[in-house]
């Protein structure tokens, strides 16, 4: 198994520790959007060690520090990760999403993540 994250050179990572390291998405969703992926290849988070997890999201931190120093700081954040292609995973290397979210990106954010399965993501539409 490859991965094209160990593909990109180190001049790419924007962040790293000795477990992980985070780079800009390739078909970012949004400005700032950064991926956080594990130096191991790894297909899913269910295949992480503890400690690469932890790895993970002290550099999900870091990578929102960075993207709220940006200009426009963002309104919000979505963090997400695919595990499986049934859940979307297009690439078999587990990588966590930092997605920067800003007011009036979508007409209703409300459910966030929930929109993975369309007309889902809104609960609270007609009550």
Same mark, same amino acid.
């Given at each position: 198994?490859?991965?094209?994250?160990?593909?990109?050179?180190?001049?790419?990572?924007?962040?790293? +520790?000795?477990?992980?390291?985070?780079?800009?998405?390739?078909?970012?969703?949004?400005?700032? =959007?950064?991926?956080?992926?594990?130096?191991?290849?790894?297909?899913?988070?269910?295949? &992480?060690? &503890?400690?690469?997890?932890? &790895?993970?999201?002290?550099?999900?931190?870091?990578?929102?520090?960075?993207?709220?120093?940006?200009?426009?700081?963002?309104?919000?954040?979505?963090?997400?990760? +695919?595990?499986?292609?049934?859940?979307?995973?297009?690439?078999?290397?587990?990588?966590? =999403?930092?997605?920067?979210?800003?007011?009036?990106?979508?007409?209703?954010?409300?459910?966030?993540?929930?929109?993975?399965?369309?007309?889902?993501?809104?609960?609270?539409?007609?009550?």
């Amino acid at each position: 198994m490859t991965s094209p994250f160990l593909e990109r050179p180190e001049s790419d990572w924007i962040a790293s +520790n000795e477990l992980a390291f985070a780079i800009r998405d390739g078909y970012p969703v949004s400005p700032g =959007h950064a991926l956080v992926v594990p130096r191991r290849l790894v297909a899913t988070w269910f295949d &992480a060690t &503890a400690e690469e997890r932890q &790895a993970l999201f002290a550099l999900v931190d870091e990578v929102k520090r960075q993207i709220d120093a940006s200009c426009p700081a963002p309104d919000g954040y979505n963090i997400g990760i +695919n595990c499986g292609a049934a859940a979307g995973q297009t690439v078999m290397h587990l990588h966590v =999403h930092v997605i920067p979210r800003y007011a009036g990106d979508v007409p209703d954010p409300t459910g966030g993540v929930r929109h993975v399965i369309p007309g889902k993501g809104n609960y609270l539409a007609g009550k």
